[in-house]
């Protein structure tokens, strides 16, 4: 429980969901049906609607972005250092809507729900969505809200390539795209380190291909291998270096295979509370959404190309110790969008936390996050624009 | 906020709706001038936090970077104008920098305070010291300026990497012309502006 709710915080927020009955064409040829999206969102909508402001959640994230459910909650949104009265996302300014996305596992439809054909949980037949099937739903979604056009649409990692997709897809749906902590395409590092996670939870003996939920199990020890592996990328060799060195739990070694030290520990902790939370098919799924991300390929594998079209003014951040999503492949984004001929600016953040450093509260991030919310929350445009 | 001297001559000098390139941008100012007067579609690189906060304030597009690596991240010929405002005097290597210019634009500006003007020969000369002024307010041991220039030396060097001058310009604090200035420009003029381009083989 918070000991008391920050003033800077939304405070208590619910979870809200919408269901569509209009049948959603999935990139991969499959239709769903019907399907739900759960969302939240933060401050007011204003008269004019102009005051909108997306935000795409990554991989394990999902669409509780801030504040807490109840005073009995033990943490806040996963971007509650950023988002909040008079944080860089200032809920004083901005409506603030954060989606669910679609085949994952916390409100909106996704393989542990319904299939209302067979009335059992979809399972592994919940068919493999894409982030350009999410940017679609969330485009309904919009027009459900009344919003016609996001001020600006914002997210990190997997979260920045549904920004890209949207600016592609929806060019006039949108003034500002901000991109953080993201690639245009996943390396084959980057894919290698996904299957190695997917091979955790596939070939663990409570998977049964899938329908675990028919057996009453969950594949805890897959899940959570798939986790730990996910947790090492997300941090940097010095973040790891500082956060736990070789540090011993006991003080000794005990030449065994239990914890012993503090980072096993920490891996362990992580890998084991993710299972509590998080469906093994769905992370299949957000994986395999990752792997196949790749705006280029429609386009001649130019994503120059890709960006032609978009209207959005492009913000892209970095950050130096990031080696999942490193500065270079940021660098790509702006290099494509400059040769387009578009308008964006670029910030290299010095951060020694790896691709978390995206999540969290380091001054000139934070600063310069809201110096470009600040302007663009102004209604009459700076000389510049 | 009152434009900069400088900034008015590379303003004249730049055509309208062109793509513009401006390295080490400071708070924006020249591009914001650009946009606003010229509307062009540019882009600064620069490298100094508080400066890369003020371009994004008002809103000037601004990439975060370090010039003395070069221009890798731009294809030739992208830009119709690359401009560098009182930035040559503070680089590890300007004349590399130079050619990257002129590989990523088709036309350069850069501008410069001259160290050949006749107070930095006289306090040379009489105190024996190295100048410090108000267009070179640093002491020896903690000046950024480590490629000072005279406008004798920057035409050499232009000549020898085969560089056409299109036209150039020098300001004393109060003008831009007079007698003095038109005749002995190396002896009195303080800053100099040059737009040049590579010639064509």
């Not at chain 1, 011993?248 to 992580?270: A, H, M, P």
């Not at chain 1, 003014?313 to 500065?327: G, H, L, Q, V």
């Not at chain 2, 950024?144 to 001058?165: A, G, Q, R, S, Y």
Request: proline share 4%; aromatic share 12%; glycine share 6%.
């Amino acid at each position: 429980m918070p000991e008391f709710i920050a003033e800077n915080s939304v405070g208590i927020v619910t979870s809200k969901h919408h269901h569509f009955d209009t049948p959603l064409e999935l990139e991969s040829g499959r239709t769903l049906l019907e399907y739900d999206i759960a969302y939240e969102t933060y401050g007011e909508l204003n008269s004019t609607k102009s005051n909108a402001i997306l935000i795409c959640h990554a991989l394990s994230s999902d669409h509780h972005a801030a504040g807490y459910y109840s005073l009995n909650d033990k943490k806040p949104g996963w971007w509650e250092n950023h988002i909040g009265p008079n944080k860089p996302i200032d809920t004083n300014k901005f409506f603030v809507v954060c989606t669910n996305t679609l085949g994952h596992c916390k409100g909106s439809t996704g393989p542990k729900s319904i299939n209302p054909e067979t009335d059992k949980p979809y399972g592994p037949d919940f068919p493999i969505v894409s982030v350009k099937d999410w940017v679609k739903s969330q485009a309904r979604l919009a027009k459900v809200l009344n919003i016609d056009k996001w001020n600006a649409v914002i997210g990190g990692s997997l979260g920045g390539m549904q920004v890209m997709q949207w600016a592609i897809d929806y060019p006039d749906q949108l003034n500002h795209a901000v991109i953080i902590a993201a690639a245009s395409k996943l390396s084959a590092q980057n894919i290698a380190f996904n299957e190695v996670a997917r091979q955790a939870i596939l070939s663990d003996p409570e998977f049964h291909k899938g329908h675990y939920y028919e057996h009453g199990v969950v594949p805890r020890r897959g899940l959570m291998l798939a986790r730990m592996l996910g947790h090492i990328t997300y941090l940097s060799d010095d973040a790891m270096r500082a956060k736990f060195g070789r540090e011993l739990r006991e003080g000794k070694l005990n030449y065994g295979f239990d914890v012993e030290f503090q980072v096993e520990s920490y891996l362990r902790y992580q890998g084991k509370s993710f299972v509590d939370r998080f469906d093994a098919n769905s992370y299949l799924l957000m994986t395999k959404a990752l792997d196949y991300f790749d705006p280029a390929s429609h386009f001649n594998d130019d994503l120059s190309l890709a960006f032609r079209k978009t209207k959005a003014k492009f913000f892209i951040i970095s950050f130096s110790s990031d080696w999942r999503f490193s500065p270079e492949r940021s660098l790509e984004i702006l290099k494509s969008l400059t040769d387009a001929g578009k308008n964006v600016t670029y910030v290299s953040v010095e951060a020694d936390q790896g691709h978390d450093a995206f999540l969290l509260p380091i001054p000139f991030y934070q600063d310069i996050f809201s110096a470009y919310m600040k302007r663009i929350s102004n209604i009459t445009p700076s000389l510049c624009q | 906020m009152s434009i900069r001297t400088d900034h008015q001559f590379i303003s004249e000098w730049v055509s309208h709706g062109s793509r513009v390139l401006d390295l080490g941008c400071g708070d924006g100012s020249l591009l914001c001038n650009l946009i606003e007067n010229k509307k062009v579609c540019g882009y600064g690189i620069e490298i100094d936090p508080d400066n890369i906060k003020k371009c994004i304030t008002t809103g000037v597009n601004v990439i975060h970077g370090n010039i003395e690596r070069g221009l890798s991240d731009f294809d030739n010929d992208s830009f119709d104008y690359v401009i560098m405002s009182q930035t040559l005097q503070a680089l590890l290597n300007p004349a590399q920098l130079i050619e990257e210019m002129l590989r990523v634009g088709e036309q350069g500006i850069v501008t410069f305070p001259n160290f050949g003007y006749w107070r930095n020969r006289l306090q040379i000369s009489l105190s024996g010291k190295m100048p410090v002024s108000k267009t070179i307010p640093y002491q020896w041991y903690d000046t950024p300026n480590i490629h000072l220039c005279t406008i004798k030396d920057f035409e050499k060097l232009c000549k020898d990497k085969n560089i056409n001058i299109i036209q150039k310009t020098f300001t004393d604090n109060h003008s831009q012309s007079g007698f003095l200035l038109n005749t002995f420009p190396n002896l009195f003029g303080k800053l100099a502006l040059y737009h040049f381009e590579k010639v064509t083989p």
